[in-house]
């Protein structure tokens, strides 16, 4: 146990009370020679908030001393919230005259100054702010002689930053720009800041995606030392490190990917054994073969953590020489690669594996769209392109459907929620939005993706090596509680609320299959779960139903999956050193944590784009009717989504037929006069009425019968 945690233990206890650093060094049996030292941690701990000093210089924990310690979440209106970093504890409601300065996503301190009767809401005031992590803001700026001001495009941040004359660096009214904080914002003043980029008037094209990329500070551009060392890399394999590898060259191996893809990190290979069973091939790229630990290309992935798909361009983890070009499992190239090959019986279960290093060539790079016409409609065109492949891909199809039957069985859950594909003119601008098909061929690479995971995982577990998993956490008893007395209202039930099974949700999403609840049910039950993480423990897949799952498949864009190869690497080849393993298990919690905050930072901006867009493409259909279904339902109206993925707001204020109120256990809205419901999954006719860009906001009307 490290020092921090005995200090955390011992302060926990009931019969503490705060104490002054020359008590605590006393009783930690302190000397003179380490005094700095344990001064040191106690200042660290008190930064990260781990612990707390009073006024008169005494020590304890938060929660002891009625103090909360999480991030703040601003909102437009100008109160926030707290979220505690223990997940144990309510979030705190801050007015907004109680913020004292602190701005959205700040790591703070909330002192405890009124608590609900029910105790579940509580308000506060933030008493310290133990880290800023605002210090550039993207955003439009307004300009007048003596001065100007930005307004921030992140909402929750609702304070204007203050440009003194000197520091506008020429920009103009309405310009996007990036403004960096001089001084922070105090009580009832602003916080003031340079303009350190113009990024462009605000309704240029590219203008708007460039200032979500800033907004995220996601890191477009390569530092010239990484680039110049992915040049260095070798499009040649020298024939030593063939002859160490399994050569697969002559095996019947191919990619399936989207028609737009460029980094193509898995390949598969499947073939009929004599005794009935299937040997399936997975074949992943290789890249910790050319991304050695610990090189600025390394240093840079880890920082990137994942690449980022946004909706009109990629902000890759690796340079294109790797991520596009040596890495990528092109056709008729050969390639390095990390090879799974899994014995599969006609139960779906896999009774032998092997883990190798190996070369490939890959025999054809096929598109999603046109495998799945061809297994779907038996196409003639397509079955006359691919008859050299053709027997592979119907046993492809015939053990995927073996892989879908099994982890249905055991109660995987399979959201089956419509992505939106949105496409782009070459200016930018949306020209369409549709629902993106999960059709056979996406399920086949999805089922030997998740088989390899998983196989992996047990594998390292068993093996007892540090790890990087991938892992889900059962939901909690009181999110179940709420979501079970919501779809009550809809004659469901969900038994072993202490400890659901995941075979009791996924029965229920098979229940609601093709009924008018089932976008809302669905929608709501993800909403109970906890989100899925990296974790270096194995702590087992609830959505999956399995115990040991990973990221394997995909190095070229996850950071985790590269960290994994190389363990498993080092595992195979007889290099797990008592020395390497004392260093991976400091290291992989680490990369665990930081790759979970990358991909939540990855996800947000992809969302950001998305909206934007949407919003873009509605800006110009206003007054278009649509039908839709009630997606989402508060006390200042309901959401409603379109067939096309598209989700608008219709506000309470536009209903005028009557009053309305929420009912939060029934999620609806009730009419006080009429009775009139409106609630969670109630298909609609509405009419476009707003799309605000800069806020990403679409608003609807109802259109009545």
């Not at 920082?303 to 946004?310: A, E, M, Q």
């Amino acid at each position: 146990m490290s020092t921090k945690e005995k200090i955390v233990e011992f302060m926990e206890e009931k019969a503490y009370k705060p104490m002054l650093k020359e008590e605590l060094t006393a009783i930690f049996s302190i000397d003179k020679e380490e005094e700095e030292e344990f001064s040191k941690i106690l200042s660290d701990m008190e930064k990260e908030g781990l612990i707390i000093r009073t006024r008169k210089n005494r020590y304890g924990v938060p929660e002891k001393m009625n103090l909360v310690v999480g991030k703040l979440q601003g909102h437009e209106k100008g109160f926030g919230f707290v979220i505690p970093e223990n997940s144990n504890m309510q979030d705190v409601f801050i007015p907004a005259g109680e913020l004292n300065g602190a701005l959205h996503g700040d790591k703070v301190i909330a002192k405890i100054t009124h608590k609900g009767q029910n105790s579940k809401s509580q308000e506060g005031e933030i008493i310290r702010i133990l880290e800023r992590v605002n210090d550039r803001i993207v955003g439009v700026f307004e300009n007048s002689k003596s001065f100007g001001f930005v307004v921030a495009d992140d909402t929750r941040i609702n304070m204007d930053i203050f440009v003194p004359k000197s520091e506008k660096n020429s920009a103009k009214t309405d310009q996007k720009v990036v403004v960096e904080i001089t001084k922070w914002p105090e009580k009832r003043r602003n916080p003031e800041g340079r303009i350190v980029e113009i990024l462009g008037h605000k309704d240029d094209a590219g203008t708007d995606i460039m200032a979500i990329i800033r907004q995220f500070r996601l890191p477009e551009e390569f530092p010239s030392k990484v680039l110049n060392e992915a040049e260095q890399i070798s499009e040649v394999i020298n024939e030593k490190e063939i002859t160490r590898r399994e050569d697969l060259r002559d095996k019947i191996v191919f990619t399936i990917d989207g028609a737009d893809a460029k980094d193509l990190d898995d390949a598969i290979s499947i073939e009929k054994l004599d005794n009935g069973n299937y040997k399936l091939g997975v074949h992943i790229a290789d890249v910790t073969h050319y991304v050695k630990e610990n090189t600025l290309l390394d240093k840079e992935a880890v920082n990137r953590g994942t690449s980022v798909y946004l909706v009109d361009r990629v902000i890759p983890m690796l340079p294109k020489k790797l991520s596009n070009g040596v890495c990528s499992l092109h056709p008729h190239v050969p390639r390095l690669t990390l090879t799974c090959f899994m014995e599969i019986n006609d139960k779906g279960n896999v009774v032998s594996h092997n883990i190798v290093e190996s070369i490939i060539e890959s025999k054809e790079r096929l598109i999603y769209n046109d495998i799945s016409d061809l297994l779907e409609n038996d196409d003639s065109n397509q079955k006359e392109k691919y008859k050299h492949i053709y027997n592979e891909l119907k046993l492809a199809e015939e053990l995927c459907k073996i892989l879908t039957t099994k982890r249905e069985a055991r109660g995987s859950i399979d959201f089956d929620f419509p992505e939106s594909k949105i496409v782009l003119d070459d200016k930018g601008k949306p020209i369409d939005v549709k629902k993106y098909d999960r059709r056979i061929a996406n399920r086949i690479i999805e089922e030997f993706m998740l088989v390899c995971n998983e196989t992996v995982a047990e594998y390292m577990y068993w093996a007892e090596m540090p790890f990087v998993y991938r892992v889900h956490e059962d939901p909690s008893e009181e999110k179940i509680n709420e979501f079970n007395k919501f779809i009550h209202n809809f004659g469901y039930h969900i038994k072993g609320l202490q400890e659901v099974h995941p075979k009791e949700l996924q029965s229920l999403i098979e229940k609601v299959k093709d009924t008018k609840e089932e976008t809302v049910i669905n929608t709501l039950m993800l909403r109970s779960l906890r989100k899925a993480r990296y974790a270096a423990e194995c702590l087992g897949h609830f959505g999956l139903a399995v115990e040991y799952y990973c990221h394997f498949t995909s190095p070229i864009r996850r950071y985790p999956d590269l960290q994994i190869h190389r363990i498993i690497k080092y595992f195979i080849n007889n290099q797990m050193t008592n020395t390497r393993i004392n260093k991976l298990k400091a290291l992989v919690p680490q990369i665990a944590d930081k790759s979970s905050v990358r991909e939540r930072i990855a996800d947000d901006a992809q969302r950001e784009t998305d909206d934007l867009k949407k919003a873009e493409y509605m800006s110009k259909r206003i007054n278009h009717e649509y039908e839709g279904i009630i997606s989402g339902v508060t006390h200042f109206g309901m959401f409603v989504e379109l067939d096309n993925t598209i989700e608008g707001l219709i506000r309470v204020s536009s209903l005028f037929d009557d009053y309305y109120t929420f009912d939060s256990r029934d999620h609806c809205l009730l009419g006080e006069r009429t009775k009139k419901k409106y609630r969670l999954g109630d298909v609609v006719k509405i009419r476009v009425v707003r799309a605000d860009i800069a806020k990403r906001e679409i608003d609807f009307a109802l259109v009545e019968d």
